[in-house]
């Protein structure tokens, strides 16, 4: 469970220049430290601010709040606090891929450090790390006293951050730590239930992800059903038997948008389609050889490598429809990940809802 | 044993939206139009089934707040003068159309019978208390009523335990107090799920929770069934997800059935059609242009819109209910044979709303089902979590993975560039509740009082409605001016309490307005 605990004060420059500095109080890099330019262009470090759209859907009406009590007017007229300026990180998972951190530090952090390090601490800067903490790799960002940012992350692994002074000939001066979060995994376990009970072949579970929707899931679990055990050695298996080049050649490629490309001719999709749909490097490497890609060839080399009962999840494939639902909900059909999605496509998406 | 079971599930929810304050309130309206269009047609349609002996089994979450705002007298007063209002508009309506536009006659006479037919319902034989309706179809064996989030909070992004527990243990006593008796399922708000919600639900004696689709099929092991039988997580609450195709065929504006030509069209209204002269008297006082409710065209498939015919479309509506049944038969018998003769369960959750407001022939379309469902075959058989569960049918163990039924199926809706700044205001009111509750243990009664609204505007806060307007673009402004005052309110009373100078007519006064959760115990946030 993503921890739920309030950034906690680790703060005491005290100890450490006492000389009782502590693992837990510094963190030390293993590797030499880059400090990066902030992530991504959306990222911010600006307080947060409201937005308040231009609309207006009510208007208090000025007239009868004169005329009320200064209680009325009071109530009517909310305005936030200003949050106490305290030790506080707090992270937040958007998506597997997105994260969102807020934070501030209280400003006799600063006074410390001063009172600490005299004249030598100019050398420090208030940075926040993300720590990857499934990779055990970290990211060093300099940050403002207050702000917030998003960062681009991997599924499927655990994140930390800290506030802290950085130096990089000195430790690093810990401020305070934020909550632990997990992304999630945005494809389906590779673990089998061990119960005999609960098992399912991974050609069967393939089917059970194509009959609830999820039929991009389905081809990519299938690909890893015979022979090999990961989906990348796999597509590049089947590019292999149908253009005869050698499978090292498809390491260039993205491989979610070659098996896009494989499921897409399965199911029919005309070939111009696809080559209009994909990154310009591999429109261009499919279009040198176009007769290969023919789906009956492609259809038969599949069904020869992972068996005839393939072929089940590629049939009816071309329904599609878009993500647009009655009413005022936002309800989700995004994994219903479709069968003619291309990853790098600007026109395309994933089935949403 | 059937081929499959279906377990049709209605999530009944809207934000606590009270505004005693104003003698109007536009946004009161959408309980009012709910009241009309999807709660009473539901309750009614319901009871006919259960008297007609078709044996109906639907789950349905009626939210605390939508509870609480049922039960309230001033809005059930409120309620009846808006639709006695309504019924007069009708009735005025039938004179006009019958000198110019003739061709509106019938549905006119519709809104007519069927606003008249409501008001008694609600008059007469529910007393103006739908929550008692509701109750009674449970305790009859048509419904099994599940909780939801206190007031929709959604649970990853609350950021102490003892504030998500409280959102679900309120939502718990809220239930005994209006239902007498404990919810066994919950309505998780948004369908929300992360790791560790399960323990909080099994500490408040939650045996099942609803999830989307990839809870289940992206969960930890691999799921033998997919999403078409439950899981148990390891602490053995079970989790129900989304099927997609009963989902796609409802609620798709594309391949849908409520996007039929024949079906009422939503925003085609009186309201915006007719002079506003003539509309004054049936407007609010500051005479502003609204849906009123009443809407003669039909969706059409091209322009001009033709007018709606009652008839044709109920006829619609049962043709559908036969083509969804034929198709869960259908997919029935496929998911049968794939899980090796496994029986499969097949889970439609969708708002409420969407039966009635935005589908208005949707109540219709249940009605149709469920007599089919009854008479025209038994290779279906309608249940609930609940009846699923003590079926005994084996269930596998699983951690699911972290999810909402949100566009991307994560938490982007409620969590983004134009929310983000609310939640360090949420955050902190929430830190603030739980040092509150371990410091008061023996309050005075007005420390007592200050308490339980100071928690009352923490929960206020953290309805996921607003980040979600806020979003979506509509109603910005309101859901803004919701989340600000409620934190304005939580911090003035949390002064006030800190200082010992307690200002009793300020607290009175904001009792008065957000009343929710009379039975409300501070001490549930105590760590």
Redesign the interface.
């Known amino acids: ?2 921890s ?3 950034a906690k004060e680790e703060i005491n420059i005290e100890k450490i220049i006492g000389g009782v500095s502590s693992a837990s109080f510094i963190l030390k890099s293993e590797k030499p430290i880059e400090i990066l330019p902030f992530p991504a262009e ?1 990222n911010t470090t600006e307080p ?6 231009e ?4 208007e208090l ?1 000025e007239e009868v709040a004169k005329r009320e009590t200064p ?2 007017k ?2 009517a007229m ?4 200003e ?2 300026k305290e030790n ?1 990180l ?1 992270l ?5 891929k ?1 994260i ?1 951190l ?1 934070w501030s530090v209280k400003t006799n952090a600063y006074k410390s450090l001063t009172k600490a390090f005299g004249e030598n601490a100019g050398g420090y800067t208030l940075v926040a790390k993300l720590l990857n903490l499934t990779k055990e790799t970290e990211n060093i960002f300099p940050v403002d006293g207050e702000g ?1 940012a ?1 960062f681009d992350v991997a599924d499927n692994t655990k994140y930390q951050t800290e506030i802290g002074f950085y130096s990089p000939s000195r430790p690093f001066v810990r401020v305070a730590f934020s ?1 632990e979060i ?1 992304t ?6 590779p ?4 119960s005999p ?4 072949s991974t050609m ?2 393939a ?3 194509e ?4 039929t991009q ?1 389905a081809f990519e679990i299938a690909l890893t059903s015979h022979e090999t055990e990961d989906s990348n050695t796999a597509t590049e298996t089947i590019y292999a038997r149908i253009t005869g080049e050698p499978e090292a050649k498809f390491a260039e490629f993205e491989m979610n948008e070659l098996r896009s490309v494989l499921l897409a001719i399965a199911g029919g999709v005309p070939f111009a389609t696809i080559v209009d749909s994909v990154s310009a490097e591999l429109s261009a490497w499919l279009s040198l050889n176009p007769e290969v890609f023919e789906a009956a060839n492609v259809m038969a080399i599949l069904q020869e490598t992972f068996g005839e009962e393939f072929g089940t999840f590629v049939e009816n494939a071309e ?1 599609e ?16 990940r479709s069968r003619f999605s291309f990853p790098n496509s600007k026109t395309s998406s994933r089935n ?2 | 044993m059937p081929t499959g079971y279906f377990s049709l599930i209605l999530h009944a929810h809207l934000p606590f939206v009270r505004h005693p304050e104003y003698p109007e309130f536009l946004e009161e309206d959408w309980l009012y139009e709910a009241i009309t269009e999807v709660y009473l047609p539901l309750v009614s349609i319901f009871q006919r089934l259960h008297d007609a002996g078709a044996n109906p089994r639907v789950a349905m979450n009626i939210s605390p707040p939508l509870c609480e705002m049922l039960a309230d007298e001033t809005l059930q007063n409120r309620y009846t003068a808006h639709a006695e209002n309504l019924l007069e508009l009708s009735h005025k309506e039938l004179v006009r159309v019958t000198a110019e536009e003739p061709q509106f006659i019938e549905v006119v006479e519709m809104y007519i019978a069927t606003l008249t037919t409501a008001l008694d319902l609600w008059n007469n034989r529910y007393k103006r208390n739908l929550v008692n309706a509701f109750r009674e179809l449970q305790d009859c064996g048509v419904l099994e009523i599940i909780t939801c989030g206190a007031t929709h909070g959604f649970q990853p992004l609350i950021s102490t335990r003892e504030s998500r527990k409280a959102q679900i243990q309120i939502a718990v006593n809220n239930y005994w107090k209006h239902f007498g008796r404990q919810p066994r399922g919950i309505w998780l708000p948004e369908c929300a799920y992360e790791h560790g919600v399960e323990d909080l639900l099994k500490e408040c004696g939650i045996e099942y929770f609803i999830a989307d689709t990839h809870a289940i099929l992206y969960g930890e092991p691999r799921p033998k069934f997919g999403v078409h039988a439950p899981v148990r997580c390891p602490n053995g609450t079970a989790v129900f997800c989304r099927d997609l195709e009963t989902s796609q065929q409802v609620w798709s504006s594309e391949v849908g059935y409520p996007g039929d030509a024949y079906y009422r069209e939503f925003y085609r209204d009186v309201g915006w059609d007719l002079p506003l002269e003539y509309l004054k008297p049936h407007l609010h006082k500051d005479e502003t242009r609204r849906h009123l409710g009443l809407k003669y065209y039909r969706i059409t498939k091209s322009e001009p819109k033709q007018p709606y015919i009652p008839a044709i479309a109920s006829e619609k509506a049962a043709s559908h209910a036969s083509h969804f049944i034929g198709e869960r038969i259908k997919q029935a018998h496929e998911l049968r044979e794939l899980h090796n003769g496994h029986p499969p369960l097949v889970v439609s959750p969708y708002d409420a709303e969407l039966y009635g407001h935005w589908w208005f022939e949707g109540p219709q379309f249940i009605d149709y089902l469920f007599r089919k469902l009854h008479y025209d075959q038994n290779e279906i058989k309608a249940v609930t979590p609940g009846d699923y569960l003590d079926s005994g049918i084996p269930i596998q163990t699983q951690q699911p993975s972290a999810s909402s039924w949100g566009e991307k199926g994560y938490f982007k809706v409620w969590l983004n560039e134009g929310t983000a700044w609310m939640y360090p205001y949420a955050h902190d009111a929430e830190k603030k509740m739980t040092e509150l509750a371990n410091k008061y243990h023996a309050p005075s009664e007005i420390e007592r009082r200050i308490l339980n609204q100071i928690g009352r505007e923490l929960l206020l806060a953290q309805s996921s409605d607003w980040a979600f307007q806020i979003y979506q673009g509509t109603t910005v402004q309101y859901a803004s001016m919701r989340f600000r005052s409620h934190i304005h309110r939580f911090n003035l009373l949390y002064e006030d309490l800190q200082s010992g100078n307690i200002n009793e007519e300020r607290l009175t006064e904001i009792e008065s307005r957000d009343n929710i959760f009379s039975e409300i115990d501070y001490g549930i946030w105590r760590s």
Not at chain 1, 211 to 214: E, K, L, P
């Open positions: 469970m993503t739920t605990i309030e959306e947060i601010e409201e937005i308040v759209a609309e207006t859907i009510i009406d209680l009325f009071e109530l909310p305005i936030l606090p949050l106490e506080r707090y937040q998972m958007q998506s597997p997105r969102f807020y917030s998003w909550n997990e999630p995994r945005m494809s389906p376990s673990n089998q239930d061990v009970v609960w098992n399912v069967q579970f089917e059970v992800l009959s609830s929707g999820f899931d329904t429809t878009t993500g647009v639902v009655f009413g005022a909900s936002r309800v989700n059909f995004g994994n219903v949403n809802f």
